[in-house]
């Protein structure tokens, strides 16, 4: 099985962390008989060989190698083998970023795929079903062996994976597509087990939906039942620690079942309310782990489509009081994701917080405590209970970083915090490198909560730091803004000038104007920001000039010229300004509505400006219906997500509605 594997100049060859002289001795230790020495090596195969899905000159000498393991039965583990061969052969040649030497070595050996279809061992042909899809070239004779396999299986963890194979065969040849469904349609009935029917069911979803029962989703929820009834013990993964172990244990504990109802979340897609149904069916599953499966599954809906939540949150809510931590700790993690749409879990919440003030804060390993989840996702909804976790927090000797940006989501409802908030500001050691990262939160909490009476605390950052401390430069525009927000920027104009002749000017040229400074002294600071070639010195520039208005106007030309080129935020940006100086609405429509499609990171923004504009926004209201009717976010992102997905969809929902309602 290893013939020829000392002819190859394995030192001459690379993968991700340098010469692959090391790959020779995985690949023996992959046929080990001793556990932990199979377990490294398959380490070392991802970590390095096929390190995050790359493709390497060593990851292509290994295939031959790997289908000779895949081939002999007494070696140990051969799925995991197999599950190797197909990530690193991919999708197709034509995949996105891959390499299609790779997918033709591994083409080269499909016939492997084919005996193993029919191999002594279930992992083995759970991961070939798919195999045979991906890399033999004969759909004619591919759909035979599927139909021979469904046949003769008997393994309920086998048979999901050879349904998934028949959707996958239906999708990639089109004029095979009817015998495949035709299978998919037999499997989705009795005799067939409850899982291996929700697998059908699933893959009808995504590829034959005309063939699909009318009582789909109360059909689905039944199986789901069923099938936990049923369902196998769940694999082990304890043993040595090695990344591939540790990655498996990051997985629901039902992989399987959270691969069935994501293909069913998938297959609905913009069926909101059919998904809603679906969730909580399985959220108000006597099995936990079924539960745990729709928590996960909740926050994929969640950040990507847009409906009637009360419910499913409620659900969530009611996820909390169990002894069952992972379940426990799931929900936790949706609900701070959904900020204000957390308001029907909020009881549960308080519930959570008042019982366990263990969990208020979390510590990483080798990190400081952060606020737990309970808490922050408490805080986040805006309800004013989380206030008295709080105020304990900021009282003990180490509050959690970054707790004042959860303050902030509280607004006024954190006045009494006020006070241990200043207090906590002027401890702040201004003479070390973490004063940035200490103040910026409390000094966002300070400007949530309102708090005039900690002017002098935050005057203390700009008088009382040592001018060469390069990470006070970092904090400096948040002071001015916080100075100025809280009606301060007079009593700090003689501070504030100096900073006219520095990286600082524009933010504290704005701070002067709103503390009532004649036109003469900030505006040709602010023209002379606007023409900088620091990008960020000179957006400060145009965020500035929006304060001024109508006295703006010598800043025209360079205005409109930043209208018409550059990223989509500075060109937005420009036209708010535009709009503010002149009120002339044609300056602005054609960068507004370009914007809007060409980006729809934009649209918060665009409608931000639209709210202020009165009737004048008229002209757009046909984009502001379009996006209140349509049911994606418009932050979703296939395969990414940001933390603030949902609230800024959120925000751009109810400013749309705004826009509508007029003044």
């Given at each position: 099985?290893?013939?020829?594997?000392?002819?190859?100049?394995?030192a001459s060859?690379?993968?991700?962390y340098g010469?692959a002289e090391d790959v020779p001795?995985?690949l023996?230790?992959?046929?080990?008989?001793?556990?932990?020495?199979?377990a490294?090596?398959?380490d070392g195969?991802?970590g390095?060989?096929h390190?995050?899905?790359?493709v390497?000159?060593s990851?292509?000498?290994c295939?031959p190698?790997?289908?000779a393991?895949a081939a002999?039965?007494?070696?140990?583990?051969?799925?995991c083998?197999?599950?190797?061969l197909?990530s690193?052969?991919?999708?197709?040649a034509e995949g996105?970023?891959?390499?299609?030497?790779?997918w033709?070595a591994v083409?080269?050996?499909?016939?492997?795929?084919?005996?193993?279809?029919?191999?002594?061992?279930?992992a083995?042909?759970q991961?070939?079903a798919g195999a045979?899809?991906?890399f033999?070239?004969?759909?004619r004779?591919v759909?035979e062996?599927?139909?021979q396999?469904?046949r003769?299986?008997r393994?309920?963890?086998v048979?999901?994976?050879?349904?998934?194979a028949l959707g996958r065969l239906a999708?990639?040849?089109?004029?095979?597509a009817?015998?495949a469904v035709?299978l998919?349609?037999?499997?989705?009935?009795?005799?067939?087990?409850p899982?291996?029917?929700?697998?059908?069911?699933?893959q009808l979803a995504l590829?034959?939906?005309?063939?699909?029962p009318?009582?789909l989703?109360?059909a689905?929820v039944r199986?789901l039942?069923?099938r936990?009834?049923?369902?196998?013990p769940?694999?082990d993964?304890?043993?040595?620690?090695?990344l591939v172990r540790?990655?498996?244990?990051l997985r629901?504990?039902?992989?399987?079942?959270?691969a069935?109802l994501?293909?069913?979340?998938?297959?609905?897609a913009?069926?909101?309310?059919d998904r809603?149904?679906l969730?909580?069916g399985?959220l108000?599953?006597p099995d936990?782990?079924?539960?745990c499966?729709?928590?996960?599954?909740s926050?994929v809906?969640?950040r990507?489509?847009r409906?009637?939540?009360?419910?499913p949150?409620r659900?969530?809510?009611?996820?909390?009081?169990?002894?069952?931590?992972?379940?426990r700790?799931?929900a936790v993690s949706v609900l701070a994701?959904?900020y204000?749409l957390?308001?029907?879990?909020?009881?549960?919440?308080?519930?959570?917080?008042?019982?366990?003030?263990d969990l208020?804060?979390?510590?990483?390993e080798?990190?400081?405590p952060?606020?737990?989840?309970?808490?922050k996702a408490?805080?986040?909804?805006?309800?004013?209970r989380?206030?008295?976790?709080?105020a304990q927090?900021?009282a003990?000797?180490?509050a959690p970083a970054?707790?004042?940006y959860?303050?902030?989501h509280?607004?006024?409802?954190a006045a009494p915090?006020?006070?241990?908030l200043?207090?906590r500001?002027?401890?702040?050691?201004?003479?070390s490198p973490?004063a940035v990262?200490l103040?910026?939160?409390?000094?966002?909490a300070?400007r949530a909560?309102?708090?005039?009476?900690?002017?002098?605390e935050?005057?203390r950052?700009l008088?009382g730091?040592p001018d060469?401390l390069?990470?006070?430069?970092?904090?400096v525009?948040?002071?001015i803004?916080t100075?100025?927000?809280?009606g301060?920027?007079a009593?700090?104009a003689?501070l504030?000038?100096?900073l006219l002749h520095?990286?600082?000017?524009a933010?504290?040229?704005?701070?002067?104007?709103?503390?009532?400074?004649?036109a003469?002294?900030?505006?040709?600071?602010?023209?002379?920001?606007l023409g900088s070639?620091?990008?960020g010195l000179?957006?400060?520039?145009?965020?500035e000039?929006?304060?001024?208005?109508?006295?703006?106007?010598?800043?025209?030309?360079?205005?409109?010229?930043?209208?018409?080129s550059?990223?989509?935020?500075d060109?937005?940006?420009?036209?708010r300004?535009l709009?503010?100086?002149t009120g002339?609405?044609?300056?602005?429509?054609?960068?507004?509505?370009?914007?809007?499609t060409a980006?729809?990171?934009?649209r918060?923004a665009?409608?931000?400006?639209?709210?202020?504009?009165?009737?004048?926004a008229?002209p757009?209201h046909?984009l502001i219906?379009?996006?209140?009717?349509h049911p994606?976010?418009?932050?979703?992102h296939?395969?990414?997500?940001g933390s603030?997905?949902i609230?800024?969809?959120?925000e751009?929902?109810?400013?749309?509605?705004?826009?509508?309602?007029g003044?």
């Amino acid at each position: 099985m290893f013939t020829g594997i000392d002819e190859v100049d394995w030192a001459s060859l690379r993968h991700a962390y340098g010469s692959a002289e090391d790959v020779p001795g995985w690949l023996r230790a992959l046929a080990s008989a001793d556990t932990a020495e199979r377990a490294t090596a398959l380490d070392g195969m991802y970590g390095a060989v096929h390190h995050q899905g790359r493709v390497y000159d060593s990851t292509l000498a290994c295939v031959p190698f790997l289908f000779a393991l895949a081939a002999r039965e007494e070696v140990p583990e051969r799925g995991c083998i197999v599950e190797l061969l197909v990530s690193i052969g991919g999708e197709s040649a034509e995949g996105a970023g891959r390499d299609r030497r790779a997918w033709e070595a591994v083409r080269a050996g499909a016939e492997t795929f084919a005996a193993l279809a029919g191999d002594p061992d279930p992992a083995v042909r759970q991961a070939a079903a798919g195999a045979l899809v991906r890399f033999l070239d004969e759909p004619r004779r591919v759909l035979e062996l599927l139909r021979q396999r469904l046949r003769a299986e008997r393994d309920d963890s086998v048979l999901p994976a050879l349904t998934e194979a028949l959707g996958r065969l239906a999708h990639r040849y089109p004029a095979y597509a009817d015998g495949a469904v035709d299978l998919l349609v037999e499997q989705s009935a009795p005799p067939y087990a409850p899982g291996q029917r929700l697998a059908a069911l699933g893959q009808l979803a995504l590829r034959a939906p005309g063939r699909l029962p009318a009582d789909l989703v109360p059909a689905a929820v039944r199986l789901l039942h069923q099938r936990s009834a049923q369902r196998l013990p769940a694999r082990d993964h304890s043993g040595t620690d090695t990344l591939v172990r540790r990655i498996r244990r990051l997985r629901p504990s039902d992989e399987q079942g959270a691969a069935l109802l994501r293909t069913l979340h998938d297959a609905l897609a913009d069926r909101v309310d059919d998904r809603i149904a679906l969730l909580t069916g399985q959220l108000t599953s006597p099995d936990p782990v079924d539960r745990c499966n729709a928590v996960w599954m909740s926050g994929v809906l969640f950040r990507g489509w847009r409906g009637a939540y009360d419910g499913p949150v409620r659900l969530l809510g009611a996820q909390l009081d169990t002894d069952q931590d992972r379940l426990r700790d799931a929900a936790v993690s949706v609900l701070a994701e959904l900020y204000a749409l957390a308001t029907p879990a909020a009881d549960q919440l308080h519930a959570l917080v008042t019982a366990r003030p263990d969990l208020w804060t979390h510590r990483w390993e080798r990190s400081s405590p952060t606020l737990g989840g309970p808490l922050k996702a408490l805080a986040r909804s805006g309800d004013p209970r989380a206030v008295p976790a709080l105020a304990q927090l900021l009282a003990g000797p180490a509050a959690p970083a970054g707790l004042g940006y959860e303050v902030a989501h509280l607004g006024r409802a954190a006045a009494p915090l006020a006070a241990a908030l200043r207090h906590r500001l002027g401890r702040v050691p201004l003479d070390s490198p973490l004063a940035v990262r200490l103040a910026a939160p409390l000094l966002t909490a300070v400007r949530a909560v309102g708090d005039r009476e900690a002017v002098p605390e935050v005057l203390r950052l700009l008088w009382g730091t040592p001018d060469d401390l390069g990470p006070r430069e970092e904090v400096v525009d948040q002071v001015i803004g916080t100075l100025a927000e809280l009606g301060a920027a007079a009593q700090a104009a003689p501070l504030l000038r100096p900073l006219l002749h520095t990286r600082h000017a524009a933010t504290a040229a704005g701070a002067l104007w709103s503390a009532g400074a004649d036109a003469s002294a900030v505006l040709p600071v602010l023209l002379r920001e606007l023409g900088s070639a620091d990008v960020g010195l000179r957006r400060s520039a145009v965020r500035e000039l929006g304060r001024l208005g109508p006295a703006a106007r010598p800043a025209l030309p360079d205005l409109r010229r930043l209208v018409r080129s550059g990223p989509a935020r500075d060109r937005i940006q420009a036209a708010r300004v535009l709009w503010r100086i002149t009120g002339d609405l044609d300056l602005v429509r054609p960068v507004f509505r370009s914007a809007w499609t060409a980006d729809p990171r934009t649209r918060v923004a665009v409608a931000r400006c639209l709210s202020t504009m009165g009737p004048a926004a008229e002209p757009f209201h046909d984009l502001i219906r379009e996006e209140l009717t349509h049911p994606r976010r418009h932050t979703s992102h296939e395969g990414a997500y940001g933390s603030r997905d949902i609230p800024d969809d959120e925000e751009l929902l109810r400013t749309c509605r705004e826009v509508l309602a007029g003044p």
